[in-house]
């Protein structure tokens, strides 16, 4: 069974940096189509940047301070964030389609206060 672990996440001031990561386990297991989504209480879950064979794509409200990344050889998805905001407070999770399924982490909380 596929399984995704997100790490990384924690306190930030205003305008400071986050590096999130997602391990995929078994580490074996491979995909081309990954994304970081992220929830605040009472809000749907949304996106926020994807990877896929076409390339990857960012939420208007992140373009330009998020950056997704993955690591095919590390089986690894990595979401850099820079300028943050406190809008970007959420649970951030690692999502990835797999054999046809879609896989999510439990989410890792990244909260942006002074």
């Known amino acids: 069974q596929v399984q995704l672990q997100e790490s990384g996440g924690g306190l930030v001031r205003p305008g400071g940096s986050l590096k999130l990561s997602c391990t995929v386990s078994?580490?074996?297991?491979?995909?081309?189509?990954m994304a970081w989504y992220r929830q605040t209480p009472g809000s749907q879950r949304e996106l926020v940047a994807r990877t896929a064979d076409w390339g990857t794509d960012y939420a208007d409200s992140v373009n330009g301070r998020f950056a997704i990344a993955i690591d095919k050889g590390k089986n690894m998805l990595f979401l850099q964030m820079d300028s943050l905001k406190p809008e970007d407070t959420a649970v951030y999770y690692c999502y990835g389609k797999f054999f046809g399924n879609d896989i999510w982490g439990e989410g890792t909380l990244v909260t942006i206060a002074s």
């Open positions: 078994p580490r074996t297991i491979s995909t081309t189509t």
